[in-house]
């Protein structure tokens, strides 16, 4: 069953059909890993250039292998012609990178005929890789708020809010210091998690009354997962 079916293509007859065969099922299954990575991904963090790369890979390689098949002359000569080739983009993430990987090793067992193989593999990676991206496994907790709160030069910010951040938060870090307005003032930007069913109004204006109803933002934490490619 995960024969490869390279043995059987003596013929020209027999190597076309296997030729189309192996591209086929490269195809197939390039469009299913990057079907796969689209579902994975949240909504706009992705390129099209990066999807229509990942459905191709597969094929390509899966050309290459069978360019190369056991000519040792013909591997070298391939090695030197792809050097020639420089591939410029943004760095990925850990997941891109092993995407990529996943969709080499695809077009690597087509390539070599192992057709069963190369699609029971894939179908069950693919299964894996969405249960694990679609799940909490590996997340980390992290503050859902990002506050920064402007104070004047003479406040000591050092625990000058911990009292209210007990009562409306669950968890509180002081992100990032710094001067504004010629350093007659500070901005505070903290991360925080708010407590279920407290009022976002009624914190900030306890927030005001302490720091002289200068500024105060309350947002989104930023993405600090950006796409790649």
């Not at 190597?15 to 189309?20: E, K, M, R, V, Y």
């Not at 099922?25 to 999807?51: E, P």
């Given at each position: 069953m995960f024969n490869t079916i390279i043995s059987s293509t003596d013929s020209?007859?027999?190597?076309?059909?296997?030729?189309?065969?192996?591209?086929?099922?490269?195809?197939?299954?390039?469009?299913?890993?990057?079907?796969?990575?689209?579902?994975?991904?949240?909504?706009?963090?992705?390129?099209?250039?990066?999807?229509?790369?990942?459905?191709?890979?597969?094929?390509?390689v899966s050309l290459v292998i069978m360019l190369v098949g056991n000519s040792v002359a013909r591997a070298f000569s391939l090695a030197g012609a792809f050097s020639l080739v420089r591939f410029r983009s943004a760095p990925g993430s850990a997941k891109d990178i092993a995407v990529v990987f996943f969709a080499m090793a695809t077009g690597l067992a087509c390539g070599l005929g192992y057709l069963v193989f190369g699609a029971v593999a894939a179908v069950i990676i693919c299964i894996v890789l969405i249960v694990l991206c679609k799940t909490s496994f590996g997340e980390m907790k992290m503050a859902d708020r990002q506050l920064k709160i402007t104070i004047p030069e003479d406040l000591n910010y050092e625990g000058v809010f911990e009292d209210i951040f007990k009562e409306y938060t669950t968890e509180c870090t002081l992100n990032n210091v710094k001067t504004t307005n010629m350093g007659t003032l500070y901005e505070l930007t903290y991360l925080i998690g708010m407590k279920a069913g407290v009022s976002e109004k009624e914190f900030i204006d306890s927030l005001r009354c302490r720091n002289g109803n200068l500024n105060i933002s309350l947002g989104a934490v930023p993405d600090r997962n950006t796409m790649v490619l």
């Open positions: 020209m007859i027999s190597a076309g059909t296997s030729l189309a065969s192996q591209g086929g099922v490269a195809v197939v299954l390039g469009v299913l890993i990057s079907v796969c990575y689209m579902f994975t991904q949240k909504k706009g963090s992705y390129t099209k250039d990066y999807i229509v790369a990942v459905a191709v890979l597969p094929v390509i």
